[in-house]
């Protein structure tokens, strides 16, 4: 994803099977829009958007159009829709970069479960290729494991913060809920 302006970032949106999210940035702080705007986790927003502008392929995959079902490529809202768009725009909402995220690759793990049997595998990396560009899949070496359309895994969870306090009291209903 040839993003060469990532601090003009104002907007992310994620648009996956599973529904839509909204990342905006509004007077210098990070919201979800799906949220009437409440703040969203600024690690969490600045760590996506860094991964998408040092995203490097790992192996370039070779596969037409019928084949993008199979390595879930293909964009929400189109029929059979099993891929995640990702979509960084700046504050005129000039697309800056857009990305589609396929089928998880997984790596087979060495040796046996906790409980005996095979492990089956783990996410080594993912399918990738830049929207509007079908002649260029990927495979990159990061999973995206924490990308979805869902705008709660986005909230900032602190609800407020309380500093250099000096004193703290509670007033309850009754006196033993009285304290200092």
Do not use: C
């Not at 949106?13 to 799906?34: A, H, I, R, Y």
């Not at 986790?41 to 392929?57: C, H, T």
């Not at 995959?61 to 995640?84: H, W």
């Not at 929207?131 to 260029?136: D, L, R, S, T």
Request: overall charge neutral; cysteine-free; charged content about 30%.
């Amino acid at each position: 994803l040839p993003i060469t302006k990532i601090n003009e970032t104002a907007r992310v949106m994620v648009k996956s099977p599973s529904g839509e999210l909204n990342l905006v940035k509004k007077d210098d702080v990070w919201t979800v829009q799906e949220r009437a705007d409440y703040p969203a986790n600024f690690e969490q927003v600045s760590d996506l958007i860094r991964k998408l502008a040092d995203l490097k392929s790992v192996q370039a995959v070779p596969v037409g159009p019928s084949q993008f079902s199979r390595l879930d490529l293909v964009e929400p809202g189109k029929e059979g829709a099993t891929g995640t768009v990702i979509e960084l725009k700046d504050k005129d909402s000039k697309t800056l970069g857009a990305l589609l995220l396929g089928k998880k690759h997984m790596r087979k793990s060495e040796g046996m479960g906790p409980m005996g049997g095979d492990m089956g595998g783990f996410p080594a990396g993912r399918y990738v290729m830049p929207v509007g560009a079908p002649e260029k899949v990927s495979l990159v070496s990061d999973s995206f494991d924490e990308i979805d359309g869902k705008p709660e895994r986005w909230l900032k969870k602190d609800f407020f913060k309380i500093e250099n306090t000096k004193s703290i009291s509670l007033d309850g209903q009754i006196e033993p809920q009285h304290w200092t």
